[in-house]
């Protein structure tokens, strides 16, 4: 999801309101698909639609990455999917109460508007600071004796002198909740270590606490609320913004002019309106979270044990199947190195030719403290043309360079890739995934004899596919 980080702030009224007319209609929608069957994992068929769906997700997320080459991974997913359908997962309270979450975290992220939801929550804690009459916040440990105001002085007491127990037993490193008296006839109430502004606090415990430092407790005292017994386990001048956001987001709850306020109304309009594009995006969405939730549940009850290659079977992989990762566009792999002058360009040149773009840093460190000269910056890696404007330039001799007023001499130590990638650093991360993929295969062998898959051969065609493999 895009905003994980969000604290869940729509109630389940806000959710249904939100939620659940755009699942019905998503699931209704059924003129959005292509009814034809590109691939069928245990009975069910998966369409064109569907498959390039998660295509483009994959694709654009690992960069490089062919429909062929896709397939095997799309497969064991819907396997994993298709046997905990088969064991009655997809039925089970938590599962769904889950994914009913996932999902309306899903709905935020499509309907609300993130700057403005960002924009909003640093103005409330930007008032809120002004506010405080007293700045500051105390992490705070209490055990406290509940009083009425109008308690008598010796109830009062009688509460002082029991607490007076406890703080000497608190003071020799005892948790506050463990210094309770097994037997009394008052009765005793703990909180856990919390963080508080002082501004909430009674000018009674201010005063204590103005007494002790951190790590300490106060001697026992009274308040209009009773009598307590506080230790100090952190405090700090202004809570920092993102401790607060979650609080923050949380208050939109119950504020609908604030949810009001940060919705994308582009977004908002094209769902008011179920137009087809924003309604047949949501259904994949909505879908993915479900299937999502049962695969991510079959790994971890099945503890599939991928591990992670070594160099040597990385390389071994890679000539094995050197031709699955030729790049239909130029590649260069080397650095981008800016300094201050031409001459300035030729010393790091010659340092670094020989040596490899892993050493380049560790040697130019060194050199950096010896000679002013050597000051520069340098981006290291495979870049495909296009993604760089300044290898774009020096390397493909297209498009514009980038001006870098403190380091204004900029040239490129490397080596051009026409026909495809010559070693296996250079596609490493599509490696790494293919060899994990094999790896997992193994582990699914019986998924397989249990489910069957099959592919049409006529649709293949349709998603860019230049033939697929039947396991």
């Given at each position: 999801m895009e905003l994980q980080d969000f604290a869940v702030f729509f109630e389940m009224k806000i959710l249904k309101r939100f939620l659940?007319?755009?699942?019905?209609?998503?699931?209704?929608?059924?003129?959005?698909?292509?009814?034809?069957?590109?691939?069928?994992?245990?009975?069910?068929?998966?369409?064109?639609?569907?498959?390039?769906?998660?295509?483009?997700?994959?694709?654009?997320?690992?960069?490089?990455?062919?429909?062929?080459?896709?397939?095997p991974h799309f497969v064991n997913f819907?396997?994993?999917?298709?046997?905990?359908?088969?064991?009655?997962?997809?039925?089970?309270p938590d599962y769904r109460m889950l994914c009913a979450t996932l999902q309306g975290e899903l709905m935020k992220s499509m309907l609300l508007d993130t700057a403005r939801v960002e924009k909003w929550a640093r103005e409330v804690y930007d008032r809120s600071c002004r506010?405080?009459?007293?700045?500051?916040?105390?992490?705070?440990?209490?055990?406290?004796?509940?009083?009425?105001?109008?308690?008598?002085?010796?109830?009062?007491?009688?509460?002082?002198?029991?607490?007076?127990?406890?703080?000497?037993?608190?003071?020799?490193?005892?948790?506050?909740?463990?210094?309770?008296?097994?037997?009394?006839?008052?009765?005793?109430?703990?909180?856990?270590?919390?963080?508080?502004?002082?501004?909430?606090?009674?000018?009674?415990?201010?005063?204590?606490?103005?007494?002790?430092?951190?790590?300490?407790?106060?001697p026992p005292f009274a308040s209009p609320l009773g009598v307590h017994l506080v230790r100090v386990v952190d405090r700090v001048p202004v809570r920092s913004y993102e401790e607060t956001r979650p609080y923050i987001l949380s208050v939109l709850e119950q504020r609908q002019d604030c949810i009001s306020a940060v919705l994308d109304k582009d977004a908002f309009e094209a769902w008011s309106k179920r137009q087809p594009d924003f309604v047949s995006e949501l259904q994949w969405k909505m879908k993915e979270v479900q299937e999502g939730v049962l695969a991510a549940r079959w790994d971890a009850l099945h503890a599939v044990q991928v591990s992670e290659p070594t160099e040597e079977e990385l390389e071994r992989f890679f000539k094995a199947h050197k031709e699955r990762y030729r790049w239909d566009l130029p590649h260069f792999r080397g650095g981008v190195i800016w300094c201050k002058s031409k001459k300035a360009a030729s010393k790091i040149k010659k340092l670094?030719?020989?040596?490899?773009?892993?050493?380049?840093?560790?040697?130019?460190?060194?050199?950096?403290?010896?000679?002013?000269?050597?000051?520069?910056?340098?981006?290291?890696?495979?870049?495909?043309?296009?993604?760089?404007?300044?290898?774009?330039?020096?390397?493909?001799?297209?498009?514009?360079?980038?001006?870098?007023?403190?380091?204004?001499?900029?040239?490129?130590?490397?080596?051009?890739?026409?026909?495809?990638?010559?070693?296996?650093?250079?596609?490493?991360?599509?490696?790494?995934?293919?060899?994990?993929?094999?790896?997992?295969?193994?582990?699914?062998?019986?998924?397989?004899?249990?489910?069957?898959?099959?592919?049409?051969?006529?649709?293949?065609n349709s998603v860019n596919f230049a033939g697929y493999n039947e396991y």
């Open positions: 659940l007319p755009v699942v019905a209609c998503c699931f209704a929608a059924d003129a959005l698909a292509v009814t034809e069957s590109l691939v069928k994992v245990a009975g069910y068929e998966v369409t064109g639609t569907e498959f390039n769906y998660y295509y483009r997700k994959a694709t654009a997320a690992a960069g490089r990455l062919s429909a062929r080459d896709y397939l819907k396997l994993k999917v298709a046997d905990a359908r088969a064991q009655g997962w997809d039925t089970l506010r405080l009459s007293r700045p500051g916040w105390v992490k705070l440990e209490e055990l406290s004796v509940p009083l009425k105001q109008e308690a008598g002085h010796a109830q009062v007491e009688a509460a002082l002198r029991m607490l007076e127990g406890c703080y000497k037993a608190a003071a020799g490193g005892k948790a506050l909740a463990q210094c309770m008296p097994a037997a009394s006839k008052m009765a005793c109430v703990t909180k856990a270590a919390g963080w508080m502004p002082l501004s909430a606090l009674t000018d009674e415990f201010v005063a204590a606490l103005e007494r002790v430092g951190k790590g300490q407790c106060t670094l030719k020989k040596r490899d773009v892993s050493q380049w840093k560790a040697v130019l460190d060194v050199m950096q403290k010896e000679d002013g000269i050597y000051e520069c910056r340098f981006e290291s890696g495979v870049f495909q043309i296009g993604r760089h404007a300044a290898v774009d330039k020096l390397v493909f001799k297209c498009g514009e360079l980038p001006v870098d007023k403190e380091l204004p001499y900029v040239f490129v130590l490397g080596k051009k890739l026409k026909k495809g990638p010559e070693l296996y650093t250079d596609v490493r991360e599509e490696v790494t995934a293919d060899v994990r993929n094999e790896q997992e295969n193994f582990y699914l062998k019986e998924l397989r004899q249990k489910y069957e898959v099959e592919y049409s051969a006529e649709i293949l």
